[in-house]
């Protein structure tokens, strides 16, 4: 059977094959990725490695792990110092690379410094490790424990996503960029079309790419709710990886991650990494590119897109401003900065009732950036200086919104109380259309920006129809059935800052005990109040969307919640739960019918309802409610085997044992 790009690169990194067997979509896999990128959750994952080997654990492959801590580098507290000392010794006795504080964005860095190249397999923990595909490679996002689980053994496991295609058309206008491309894809075509999916980048638009614009691109597929986002490997990406091996040979590095010879073999081999013309595919989408004007999206939802012509017209003044994070913060990104300014005249200054933050995404950028006068023209117009880190944009540092404050940014995410207080408002832009309204002081397009055209594109269905799902054998230990009250938050796109909030994400200290107290505060905060142990949570589409924090899926089940049950689930938050022994199931009909159940309360705001009692029969795929019975894919042996193990700590550990 023919396979896609991405198909063939799942080959090359799955162990465990038969002979002649060839991978496709809906398979589950044992992989082996060329490398597993950690960054601050290195201090949790540690614990986790240390439990299913033992205290003397050695890791499998020293050269497989990156650690780069980049989150909450302006925390100066003694305890946060020494978690990061902890880090550093483990990454130092291991052999492991490590960069420290302030080195930069561990995805920037992982790119930047050649851990990425064409073909590979890279995983982070970390949702936006979809920014690998921009370097060819199958990028994808793992969660803490699969992390511990290849640091112990070299592997985990992964099912291969449904495939789908994008083919760009036409060539970008002047003033529109790879942030306003992601945008609209995220806005027009905003119906969970690539949701859980692989998507592969094709046709003549790619080629007039930048890379950064590719980077940008395959970063926020996250936020389109796709697993990976991957670009060809063309004349574009072979000549910015050869500029990348010549600045390594002027670095004199003796182990440089590869050379110019290396990057021509690749070349020459890149015929494997092509899809086979008769590929199999779920979707085509089409977008031209030269219809994509500058959109903003916003406020608080990635998905909700504006023209820049509207917006612009109804004068939303702005508190703050950000040129950050590991989407929109490479040179590219503040030469075009500069170039606003310079616009309006050398001494132009940001609006005095405006703060304007700026990090590069590493060092050498921000270096970089200096040399050619870029920084040092945003700092002379009053621009607040910030190491390179993720800062504000996971809401921590300097220069979070305050409540009532409304902020723009050039960040990925703006999900409500994820920039600092959830009684603020955050829209997202281009970089240049953030310098424009950090300067008027509010939401404003650049001079010469391209005028608003109707964007053209498509979406063409190819997928089969799904098979019934049978009666499903139950592994010894899985419960057969589950009774619960039905606790129904009616919500699409809850997002993990909302199921776990980011003032408590990355303290360590905190056990899984103590976790459930802190379960939805964001979201809710009356949801502490009305749920009771036992409880079966039913959510709505794109359920736990965002972030790969584990604590989303733990704190539910420490709050004494049984299951999830949502319309459907981001696959990031699905494999989190099930590598903790925390069940999730997709049931998209019950969800409806609770929605027209509960209509009342939820036009009255309520945002947890306590419903009727439910029985979900795993042995035959559905639920029970009012009578009725609703249907659900079935648990693979893969899942059960997780729950019965209690997670994939335990599951590893065991396997281990057993040599």
Request: charge should be negative; proline fraction near 7%; glycine fraction near 8%.
């Given at each position: 059977m023919p396979q896609t790009a991405i198909e063939k690169?799942?080959?090359?990194?799955?162990?465990g094959l038969g002979d002649g067997q060839r991978v496709h979509a809906g398979d589950y896999v044992t992989i082996r990725p060329k490398h597993i990128m950690t960054h601050d959750n290195t201090g949790a994952v540690i614990p986790k490695f240390r439990s299913i080997t033992g205290e003397n654990g050695r890791i499998k492959d020293p050269?497989?792990?990156?650690?780069?801590?980049?989150?909450?580098?302006?925390n100066k507290t003694p305890e946060h110092l020494a978690k990061y000392g902890k880090i550093r010794t483990f990454a130092e006795r291991n052999g492991i690379a490590y960069y420290p504080p302030g080195r930069g964005i561990a995805h920037q860095i992982m790119v930047e410094q050649g851990y990425v190249i064409p073909g590979s397999m890279v995983v982070g923990s970390d949702s936006h490790s979809n920014i690998y595909g921009a370097i060819g490679a199958v990028g994808t996002p793992v969660v803490r424990t699969d992390a511990a689980a290849i640091w112990a053994t070299g592997q985990t496991w992964w099912q291969i996503p449904p495939q789908i295609r994008v083919e760009f058309t036409g060539k970008l206008r002047?003033?529109?960029?790879?942030?306003?491309?992601?945008?609209?894809?995220?806005g027009y075509f905003a119906n969970d079309e690539v949701l859980n999916a692989a998507v592969?980048?094709?046709?003549?638009?790619?080629e007039t790419l930048t890379i950064e614009d590719r980077l940008t691109i395959s970063n926020m597929t996250t936020e389109w709710g796709a697993l990976v986002g991957m670009f060809p490997f063309d004349q574009k990406l072979k000549a910015y990886l050869i500029e990348r091996a010549e600045h390594f040979a002027a670095q004199s590095k003796e182990s440089a991650a590869y050379n110019a010879s290396d990057v021509e073999q690749w070349w020459k081999d890149r015929h494997i990494l092509e899809p086979d013309t008769d590929a199999v595919y779920e979707k085509v989408l089409t977008l031209d590119l030269s219809t994509i004007s500058a959109h903003v999206s916003g406020p608080n939802s990635v998905k909700v897109m504006h023209s820049l012509d509207d917006i612009a017209r109804q004068h939303i003044k702005i508190h703050k401003a950000y040129l950050m994070s590991c989407v929109n913060a490479r040179l590219g990104d503040f030469r075009e900065a500069s170039r606003v300014l310079d616009e309006h005249g050398s001494d132009a200054k940001i609006n005095p009732a405006v703060k304007l933050y700026i990090a590069a995404a590493s060092s050498e950028i921000e270096s970089e950036a200096k040399e050619l006068g870029y920084w040092n023209r945003l700092v002379k117009a009053g621009a607040i200086e910030l190491p390179p880190g993720c800062g504000a944009c996971i809401g921590l540092g300097a220069g979070t919104l305050e409540p009532g404050e409304v902020g723009i940014s050039a960040t990925n995410r703006n999900f409500q109380g994820r920039m600092g207080s959830r009684e603020a408002l955050c829209y997202l832009a281009s970089p240049a259309v953030v310098i424009e309204s950090a300067?008027?002081?509010?939401?404003?397009?650049?001079?010469?920006m391209a005028s608003m055209v109707p964007t053209v594109g498509s979406c063409t269905v190819l997928e089969r129809d799904p098979k019934p799902a049978g009666k499903q054998q139950i592994l010894d230990g899985f419960p057969a059935e589950l009774t619960g009250r039905v606790l129904y938050l009616p919500e699409d796109n809850l997002n993990t800052d909302g199921i776990y909030g980011k003032d408590?994400?990355?303290?360590?200290?905190?056990?899984?005990?103590?976790q459930g107290q802190y379960a939805m505060l964001n979201y809710d905060p009356e949801f502490q109040n009305i749920a009771k142990r036992g409880d079966i949570l039913v959510g709505g589409r794109n359920f736990g969307t965002g972030s790969s924090r584990e604590q989303a899926a733990t704190a539910l089940a420490s709050r004494g919640i049984q299951m999830v049950i949502a319309a459907t689930a981001g696959q990031t938050y699905k494999r989190n739960a099930f590598n903790n022994g925390f069940i999730v199931v997709e049931c998209p009909a019950l969800v409806d019918h609770l929605a027209e159940l509960e209509k009342e309360a939820v036009a009255s705001g309520t945002r947890t309802i306590p419903g009727p009692e439910i029985v979900v029969?795993?042995?035959?795929?559905?639920?029970?409610c009012d009578g009725q019975v609703f249907p659900f894919g079935a648990l693979s042996t893969t899942a059960q085997e997780l729950i019965v193990a209690g997670g994939c700590e335990n599951l590893v550990r065991k396997r281990l044992n057993e040599g």
């Open positions: 690169i799942v080959q090359r990194y799955a162990v050269a497989q792990p990156v650690f780069g801590m980049d989150h909450d580098i302006q002047p003033g529109v960029t790879g942030k306003d491309v992601i945008i609209t894809l995220c592969e980048f094709h046709g003549p638009g790619v300067i008027r002081g509010e939401i404003a397009p650049p001079e010469h408590v994400t990355y303290r360590d200290e905190i056990t899984f005990e103590q029969d795993f042995q035959h795929s559905q639920v029970s």
